[in-house]
């Protein structure tokens, strides 16, 4: 065997060690990744499972405030919203 194709052979051996190794880093953050979604997920079927019954509370709440106290929340709340966004923005 010529000197070329052993140091070919060992170089192809080491690129498939690292490749190896590549694969298994790949492997354990795609397996956090996974991990940190699955809260997500869960909080995603739960608000669409409680959807039309946070609907119908929240309708609820608004008829017991009484129109002029629901608009002075909704005002707050957009407030609050646009707050928030001016905030990420900056913050980013």
């Known amino acids: 065997m010529s000197s070329r194709l052993r140091a070919l ?3 192809r051996a ?3 060690a690292e490749i190896a190794l590549q694969r298994d880093d790949a492997r354990l953050s ?3 990744i996974e991990q940190g979604t699955t809260r ?3 909080g995603i079927q739960l608000v669409q499972r409680l959807g039309p019954l946070l609907l119908v509370a929240g309708a609820a709440g608004l008829i017991a405030l ?3 106290r ?3 929340l909704a005002r707050r709340g957009l ?3 646009l707050f928030a966004s ?3 923005r900056l913050l980013r």
């Open 9 to 11: 052979t060992a170089h």
């Open 14 to 16: 080491a690129l498939q």
């Open 30 to 32: 795609y397996a956090e």
């Open 40 to 42: 997500v997920d869960r």
């Open 66 to 68: 009484g129109p002029a």
């Open 70 to 72: 629901a608009l002075s």
């Open 79 to 81: 407030a609050l919203g």
């Open 86 to 88: 001016h905030a990420r």
